[in-house]
């Protein structure tokens, strides 16, 4: 069965300190990958995508995800978080059919 | 952002009532959704529609029905709503066509509790 598994429920950074979010898949081919955020109280916003070519993807709010097939892994990285990246993180797989499998979520608090 | 609206966008009923909730689209996408939010399990897919008319079950489907007579909206509805039906719902459109066309965009939730 496609699956997408967040290993890390909870994630506490420093602000100003680098941040990685865990997200592995299991398809048998290659899906679409994604990553969404949620702050509170709000829909999901899509922060970047991978469909094809180049492994290392860059998207919006400074954030970056590499995808490697032989770890079946697209993690979520971004060098220096600010405050405001506090929201839960979502990685999504899409294998065929238009739809979605989502991972558990992983929500990252922001230490001052 | 795209435009996409939920209503109502918090619900409290009871057991055993019947439940409607609206997703409405003004970007004349082809493919709609339906999603619950709960604690630990990510979202789930409920419903999605390919179509007016033209709907198929996700993985969380039981207790639940949709309907899509316009491509603007699509409907969900509890016959008969239970405590374990108490959840965040999203709905969410995506073109459809295809590769890089077929991220999806999402509403802002109805937050729905079930007494």
Not at chain 1, 38 to 48: A, I, R, T, V
Not at chain 1, 66 to 95: I, M, T
Not at chain 2, 14 to 39: A, K
Request: charged share 20%; glycine share 10%.
């Amino acid at each position: 069965a496609q699956s997408v598994t967040q290993p890390d429920i909870h994630i506490t950074v420093s602000e100003g300190a680098s941040l990685e979010l865990r997200c592995n898949y299991s398809y048998g081919a290659t899906p679409y990958l994604f990553w969404y955020v949620q702050s509170p109280g709000q829909g999901l916003q899509l922060l970047l995508k991978y469909f094809s070519g180049d492994t290392l993807v860059q998207g919006i709010k400074g954030f970056e995800a590499e995808f490697k097939r032989s770890q079946s892994s697209f993690n979520l990285r971004k060098p220096s978080v600010h405050w405001s990246d506090a929201a839960e993180y979502f990685c999504a797989g899409e294998a065929a059919g238009n739809k979605l499998t989502f991972g558990g979520g992983t929500r990252v608090l922001v230490k001052p | 952002d795209a435009g996409i609206t939920q209503s109502p966008r918090h619900k409290v009923t009871e057991t055993g009532t019947p439940v409607t909730l609206r997703c409405h689209q003004t970007e004349n996408h082809r493919y709609m959704y339906w999603y619950r939010q709960d604690p630990g399990h990510g979202l789930r897919l409920i419903h999605y529609s390919y179509g007016v008319k033209d709907t198929d079950k996700g993985e969380v489907s039981d207790g639940y029905s949709v309907s899509r007579s316009k491509t603007e909206d699509f409907l969900l509805t509890l016959e008969s709503a239970t405590s374990s039906q108490t959840s965040v719902y999203f709905c969410a459109i995506s073109e459809g066509s295809g590769g890089r066309h077929n991220e999806q965009f999402f509403g802002p939730g109805t937050r729905l509790t079930v007494l």
